[in-house]
DNA sequence: GTAACGATCCTC
DNA sequence: AGGATCGTTACA
């Protein structure tokens, strides 16, 4: 079953653990369609979050965090490599999931390049895309936490947060 | 206007 | 250990 703009509402520290074991699923405008389990997640909390985006501030960039949850965020880092988010939270409340793996692809800008995301996708609506959306598995595995990656930048308050969720034994098979 | 910097990944 | 590569941001 789909995932709602209700479940995105919620805050990221609840969603963020919540999506592992869940299924990215992406259509390809030929109706194929592709499932991909989350196996690790990061959240980004707020503005008062100094490894947040929107810890500037609202800017043409970050803007689409302010909205309520169950939009994609979609940025490009170091020139190459797409990040795919999902935005949580209530109105004004700047939180956003960075998809960090799925099954068969590990790290962020392998995946999106694996699905061809890219900008274009800034913004749509997880609830009714006809490109991606996220589907209830009732599936909860077993998960750990850590710091999140490269951020170390924000400082030891805000780097050193346990906000990173990995399924046990995603690595190790 | 200009300059610096990444929520990364691949190849030495 | 270092390079690719460019939109976003900060500052003048």
Redesign the pocket.
Known sequence: MRLSRKFFSQDVLKVAPALLGMDLVHQFPDKTVNRYTILET?A?RGETDL????S??K????LI?YEPGGCV?M???????W?L?FVTGKLNEPQ???I??IKG???????T?ALTLN?SLNGADLEHDDQLWVENTGISPAYTTGP????A??GEEWAGKPWRFLVKGAYSK
């Open positions: 990061e980004y490894a947040c985006h929107a500037k501030g800017t043409k960039r970050t965090m965020y940025y490009l880092i170091y020139g190459m490599y990040m988010n956003a999931v960075l960090r793996g692809f590990n790290g962020p800008g392998k995946l390049r900008g999140r990656i490269g951020v930048y924000a």
